[in-house]
């Protein structure tokens, strides 16, 4: 089973309000991925949990925060949403880092009103 | 830093139609390159991945051709289906490994292709 699973795949939520995104995997992948998809913009990569080791992008590194509790399971956390949060949340997982496959869930559209 | 070019942001053709999305990157490295297909309500998936060592890809009657001269990498399909009708991304991966080796997208290519 290659599939990534992502809950809720809609979100509604209000500015100011926290958000908590969920992403499941069972392929038993090392890595795995949050990204952010605005339209007519190129997905982009938020951050990512290598094994236990989590890096964010120096640039959303406020304003994204992300547990993994087991291997299977990843969440993305926005403590505060704004209006500018309002995107799809594409989550993906992948045998170690580089140039290897990326499996992508369906995403969860946010919309912050 | 690394990017990803995609011209063409959206192509409409018909059935049995030559297919070519066009793709340039920019990356201080000798990088592995892909593409990669989203249909609708679903997420993006690997079409095909290419490195320095084999310089072609193809999978599902798409080809892409690794051109280290013009930084390109096209994407091309001789006869496109209505089934094709998605959103194309490109992609590279740099060569550099480690926590740099992240995956950077282009803005994607939205074919449609009608019957």
């Known amino acids: 089973d290659t599939t990534v699973k992502q809950n809720p795949r809609y979100k509604l939520a209000r500015v100011g309000k926290p958000v908590n995104l969920i992403c499941s995997q069972t392929m038993n992948h090392d890595t795995m991925y949050w990204y952010q998809k605005k339209p007519n913009q190129a997905p982009k990569l938020l951050l990512f949990?290598?094994?236990?080791?989590?890096?964010r992008e120096a640039d959303t590194f406020e304003k994204f925060q992300s547990s993994r509790p087991n291997n299977s399971f990843c969440s993305l956390y926005i403590g505060s949403a704004g209006l500018e949060y309002s995107a799809m949340y594409l989550c993906?997982?992948?045998?170690?880092?580089?140039?290897?496959?990326?499996?992508f869930g369906p995403g969860t559209r946010l919309t912050v009103l | 830093g690394d990017s990803v070019t995609q011209k063409q942001g959206q192509v409409t053709l018909s059935e049995d139609d030559f297919l070519f999305i066009n793709c340039t990157y920019s990356t201080t490295t000798y990088p592995t390159l892909f593409w990669y297909v989203q249909y609708p309500g679903q997420g993006p998936q690997l079409l095909l991945k290419v490195t320095t060592a084999n310089n072609k890809g193809i999978s599902r009657g798409f080809e892409a051709t690794y051109d280290k001269g013009t930084t390109s990498f096209h994407l091309q399909k001789a006869s496109v289906q209505e089934s094709d009708s998605a959103v194309y991304f490109c992609?590279?991966?740099?060569?550099?490994?480690?926590?740099?080796?992240?995956?950077?997208f282009g803005k994607g290519t939205k074919l449609s292709v009608k019957s």
């Open positions: 993906a997982s992948s045998t170690g880092l580089g140039g290897y496959e990326q499996y």
């Open positions: 949990y290598y094994d236990k080791i989590l890096n």
């Open positions: 992609a590279l991966v740099p060569n550099s490994g480690g926590s740099n080796a992240k995956l950077t």
